[in-house]
């Protein structure tokens, strides 16, 4: 039988040096499109894809991730003794949304290396690895997409999208053949292999990994038996290689849009759509929009 994922896992103790000065003191994940932090969203998605055990790897600087999902008591009798229920309710919901734990990576060393600090708290199961900087807007979540894949094959799934050639080179890149696959024409990948940041001339497709992951536990052993690798991080996807020579990996080019929120480009483009599809605010900012009278 294929065992149920039930944990995911949230890697954020990078550095967010693309988005300096804001994260000089704040981490990345807690910087907000609109009124949510980015971590919020990614919790969000992994909940609503059915899975209960959220583990953040956090690093220094990081405490304020743990202070948002954990209760507080000083703002709940404030805003109780002001009878401001709604906002009550959206604050008690963010500390009962999940059953979270926390582990330290003290150095960022890379993507592979934070998603090893998780080993003890993951065990021998299957899980998901979430990247929050990478918001995905989408009918049916990302992470339920991917789990869909793994609960028919039992193999890991990697989400995948097309990217232009000029921009590849910011990406895990694969080379993958297409597998038939009635429910999802088109989209499904086996994975032949993969290489980090390649060269736009050495890049073996135009299909990059994007941060979602559904992993076997066996990925753990490839993290520690590997050095480090582009820019002298522990890299998932070096992980991931080395697991391709013993296990099948499957990719899925997933339905959905994605923003890159980690980059402020990506993140004002996310902020300005997220605003516009809100009930509350999609009117006034519209308005406000038509009268910048942009060239
Ligand atoms: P990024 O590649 O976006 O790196 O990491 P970063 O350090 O956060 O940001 P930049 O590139 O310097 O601006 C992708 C995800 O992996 C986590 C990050 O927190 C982010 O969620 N990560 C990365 C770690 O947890 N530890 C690391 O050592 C590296």
Redesign the pocket.
Known sequence: MIPKVRKAVF?????????LPATKAQP??MLPVVDKPLIQYGVEEAMHSGIQNIII?TGRGKSSIEDHFDVSFELEQLLESKHKSDVLSMVRNISEMIDVCYVR?KE????G??VLRAKELVGTEPFAVV???DIIASDTPCVRQLLDVYSYYGASVLALMEVPREQISAYGVVDAELVSDNGRQNRLYRIRNMVEKPKSEDAPSNLAIIGRYVLTPEIFECVESIEPGSGG?IQLTDALKLMLRNRPIYGLKFEGTRYDA?DKLGFLKATVEFALNRHDLGEPFRAYLKTLCIQ
């Open positions: 890697p954020a103790a990078g550095l967010g040096t693309r988005f990345k994940e790897v990576q960022a060393l890379g993507l290396h934070a990247l929050s900087d991080e980690g």
